[in-house]
């Protein structure tokens, strides 16, 4: 088995090998555009791995005059797990550290638990940090229902009068609902972070710790915390401080890996029971094109009725929302 270097007779076999690896996921990359110009600039190279003729590995590589960036790493899914993944990775680090780079990083989806266990295997360690991304080229990327060049409409609903709420019983027996009484402002980023940030949830991350507290301890806003197997999985926030006019469901959510359930909608019911309790003349939510496609349908099927729309700016059109993703 050879080690050598990208020829541009290649480029046909490493396209085809990237996408049986399933590297092509996202409708933008372009493979070829990107051999080419990692290439053109002098700062990176591609290492392949061949054997018999055939590519069966390959990684691009470079450096930005900071760090080694480490992509595209791929082994021929009928010859994973002999060592490969591992010995195509140590020959970029070779070449990077002979070029005098003193540390590298690569992107792993947080999905994709079995290439995060591989790297770790080889001394790589998840940083504390987001990753952060903006297109320059002027190509628009679909978020929630809409592109991200378009502004998010925002459609507020109201029920007006109880109604009879399904019932409906959620395909895991072992939940729990209760309630975070004086809950800490530490522990409600962590809950509106994991539920929300798929959905980009921003507006409380504007507020500083006391401005946040002073909503959140209010004694006339509730938190609610659902637990599946003792660890948390979603909750909802009741403001009533507009009692006895009306009362709101703040926030209501469930975090992405307990999806799929039937969790969501036994959350939104015990919500609204618990909203009605108090007996408010009117109770208001609002969704929009960023969150999860199945909100604004199921806000419907529990009473919920459309009384206005409006667009708005993105998060990342708006200014003050610059660093809401730190």
Known sequence: MELRNYRDADEDALVDLWQRCDLMRNPLNDARKDIAFCLSGGHGEI?????????????????DGHRGWIYY??????????????????????????????????????????VVGFYQRLGYM???????????????L?????????????????M??????????????????????????GFYRYLYDAVGRPWYWTDRK??????????????????????????PAGFYELDFRDLPGTSELAYFGI????????LGPYLLGQALDTLWHKEPGRVLVNTCTLDHPKALPLYQRF????????????????PDNLLDFA
């Open 47 to 63: 290492l392949l791995l061949e054997d018999e003729g055939e590519i069966v590995a390959s990684a691009m590589f470079g450096q």
């Open 73 to 114: 790493v791929a082994v021929d899914p009928a010859r994973q797990g002999q060592g490969l993944g591992r010995r195509i990775v140590v020959a970029a680090e070779e070449r990077l550290k002979t070029a005098g780079v003193p540390k590298v990083q690569l992107l792993v989806r947080g999905s994709n638990a079995q």
């Open 126 to 140: 998840v940083n504390p940090a987001n990753l952060m991304s903006r297109r320059l080229d002027g190509n628009s």
């Open 142 to 158: 679909p978020i929630g229902h809409q592109m991200d060049d378009e502004p998010v409409v925002v459609t507020y609903l109201e």
């Open 160 to 185: 007006l009068e109880r109604g009879s709420l399904p019932h409906v019983v959620p395909k895991t027996r072992n939940h729990a609902l209760i309630g975070a009484h004086d809950i800490t402002v």
């Open 206 to 231: 504007k507020l500083s710790d006391k401005e946040l507290a002073a909503i959140i301890q209010d004694e006339a806003v509730e938190t609610c915390v659902l637990y599946v197997g003792g660890v």
């Open 255 to 262: 975090m992405p890996e307990f999806i799929g359930l039937g």
């Open 303 to 318: 009473g919920f009725r459309p009384y206005d729309r409006r667009k708005v700016p993105t998060p990342w059109q708006d």
